[in-house]
Every structure is written in C-alpha cells, then in structure tokens.
C-alpha cells in the first residue's frame, strides 16, 4: 500500500502544485435505470467502493463492512453519508443487479454501472486498476484495486480506507472526515 | 487361536489403506441474487493422515471451481486452483480472504435459510456428500 500512499494527497485534489486528483465527474446509471452523476452526491459525503458482483471475497465482506459502519454512524452523521458501490464489470453487472446487490448489504448503498466507456471514466477518475483475469470454463474474475475512498461534500477527495478496516474503523473515519 | 490373528491381521491392513474420512467443519454459503452470476461456499477440512481436496460438485451449480484471492498491492484477484492440499492434522479453512469453493452455472439462486448440498472429492478418502447453511449476503463467516 505504500506506493497508493505516496499517490494519493488529501485535502482535495484540485490544488495547483501537484499531487494526484482522485475523484472526479462521472455518470453511471442506478439500479433504476436512472441517471446518476456525482453532482447528486454534493452536500453529502461519499464512501466509494469499486468492486463486482461475481466477486466471491472481498466485495461482499466490504460492503458488509460499511453497511455495518452505517449502522454505528449517529443518525444525523449517518444522513450525511452516501455508500456507493460502483462496478469494475458492466459486462455482467446489469443496472438492476448492481442495484439490488448492493441494496442487499445496506439500504443506503447505492449500486452503479454503466456503458464500458461509462465505467472506465469513472475508474480513470478514482485511478482505479481493473482488469479481465481469465478463469476455467469461460468464467472470468476481474481483478480490481480494493480500497475505499471518501468524498467530501465538495465532491473533493478526503482520503481512503483500506478495505480490511472493521466496521468501528471506518465509522470513526468518517466522523474524523466531518460526518 | 493362530487362524483368529490371522484374520485381525488381515483386517487391519484392510483398514490401514482406507484414509479415514476429512473432518468438515464451519461451512457456509453466501445467499445469491436471482439474476447473479455465480455463488460461494466455504468450510474448513480436516484430515487426520493427510488428503487432498480434488474436485467439488452440487447438484445447486452446474460446475464448483476452487479459487484463490490474493491481495497485493492494493490490488484483488482470484485464480483458479486444481486442487488444494490437506496436510496431515492441520485445518485448513476455505473462507474469505483466502481460498473459496465458487459456484458456477447455478441452477437457482440461494436463498438465506437453504441447505446447499456440496459432494467433496479426496484423493485418498475418496467422495464426502455434505450440507452447509446458506447465511445472508452480508454474512461474513459460518454462524457459530
């Protein structure tokens, strides 16, 4: 993880002077079918997580992990914080299985794909590596990088969170963010 | 008296060649969406004298792979493995963060509740049919 620390500069990443820009514009569509930019986070905080449905391991476990910092988060902090779960595999994540999938961990997680061009522009925002990995039989895995990120009410870019942090870890986070 | 211990004999080396069977233990599915792709089992093994897990199959999946993740780097992957070994008296867990049994071409979805029927295929002991509860998707490991 050291070389991610190096990369990554809190504080927001549109500073002149250098330093990477994580975060940025995208427009990905809902379990809806709806629309859905990263205006429509502003005022709220983001908890990002790229991952994918046919992921057997860490996605699950990570969105259980914030579904369950959502629950420890006070309720006014709670209403001020947006969980997304954005996919790294559109081929198979449809807008309603991203949606229900993700909706399935916590209520408030929201699930989002898109067109591959879609996809790849919000990964290149949150300079996120995704990559097909063949398995047997036709299967494929998609090997992905695996860390939360936390977007401010700006839509600048706070921090991250590994994604082996406990449910009490990242709650905390988020309250140290501002939440 | 000798014809008796021949017999013994006879019968001990029989059962000196049968591997006794793996202990298994703290299994578990992750529930699975109707229009999802594919599932997951974990359980850990045991076995007394050493085995090696070959193969799995279930009559919930059309094909039951074993997978690897690995983290490196920040960076999360699985691979395929061919099989995974059972050193003699060591547990070796399938669960999240290392290896994993993945549930291909599933012929219905999981249902938090349900009983998935696993048939685990040994080298030395040969074919073990077992059942694991199959816990809420945010389940994080086997009820205790």
């Not at chain 1, 006070?74 to 969980?83: L, Q, T």
């Not at chain 1, 779960?85 to 081929?91: E, L, M, Q, R």
Request: aromatic share 6%; with cysteine; net charge negative.
């Amino acid at each position: 993880m050291a070389g991610a620390a190096v990369l990554l500069r809190p504080g927001g990443g549109s500073r002149a002077g250098g330093g990477v820009q994580i975060g940025g514009p995208f427009a990905l569509v809902n379990g809806a079918g709806k629309t859905v930019t990263d205006r429509d986070f502003r005022g709220r905080f983001m908890l990002v997580y790229f991952g994918y449905t046919h992921c057997p391991d860490v996605c699950p476990t990570t969105l259980s992990d914030m579904a369950s910092a959502m629950d420890k988060l006070p309720k006014a902090s709670r209403a001020r914080v947006a969980p997304v779960f954005i996919t790294v595999d559109p081929a198979r994540d449809t807008p309603a299985l991203i949606g229900d999938y993700a909706q399935a961990f916590g209520s408030e997680i929201v699930g989002l794909t898109g067109s591959d061009a879609a996809v790849a522009a919000a990964e290149a925002a949150y300079h996120v590596y995704a990559a097909k990995h063949p398995l047997a039989h036709g299967d494929y895995g998609m090997d992905h990088s695996s860390i939360m990120y936390v977007m401010g009410p700006d839509g600048g870019f706070l921090g991250v969170i590994n994604d082996g942090a406990k449910p009490a870890e990242i709650a905390q986070r988020l309250l140290d963010f501002g939440a | 008296m000798r014809a008796v211990v021949g017999v013994f004999w006879l019968a001990s080396t029989a059962l000196a060649h049968a591997a006794p069977a793996v202990a298994v233990s703290d299994g578990w599915a992750r529930a699975t969406l109707p229009h999802q792709d594919g599932g997951v089992a974990c359980l850990t093994l045991r076995s007394a004298s050493g085995d090696i897990l070959t193969g799995v199959d279930s009559p919930a999946a059309g094909m039951v792979m074993l997978h690897q993740t690995t983290q490196k780097n920040g960076v999360s992957a699985m691979e395929d493995i061919d099989s995974l070994a059972l050193p003699a008296g060591k547990a070796v867990a399938l669960a999240p963060g290392g290896t994993h049994l993945m549930l291909m071409d599933m012929k219905h979805a999981l249902k938090p509740g349900d009983t998935l029927r696993l048939s685990l295929h040994f080298s030395k002991s040969g074919d073990l049919d077992v059942s694991v509860p199959v816990l809420p998707v945010g389940a994080t490991g086997p009820q205790k």
